[in-house]
């Protein structure tokens, strides 16, 4: 069984010396390129809209909740 390399060396070398913080963006960020390489997004307007009809989520929670979820993508 052939094994690819998923991590050239380089990256292998920059993890290493990554704290917890740098290493937690990485793994995102790369998880985010593997989903954008399959062709699947994020689409928040949708996702607000599904909370939204979740059972005790009023409209102050919901916004609270959309703030932490576009923080944790980095979106602006």
């Given amino acids: 069984m052939e094994q690819r390399e998923i991590i050239d060396r ?16 990485f793994i995102i960020k790369y998880g985010d390129e593997l989903l954008g390489e399959q062709g699947k997004t994020i689409d928040l307007p949708a996702l607000e809209e599904e909370l939204s009809k979740i059972k005790g989520i009023g409209g102050k929670r919901l916004e609270e909740i959309m703030v932490v979820i576009e923080k944790f993508l980095d979106v602006e």
Avoid: F
């Fill in 10 to 25: 380089d990256t292998y070398k920059k993890i290493k010396k990554m704290n917890r913080e740098e290493l937690t963006k």
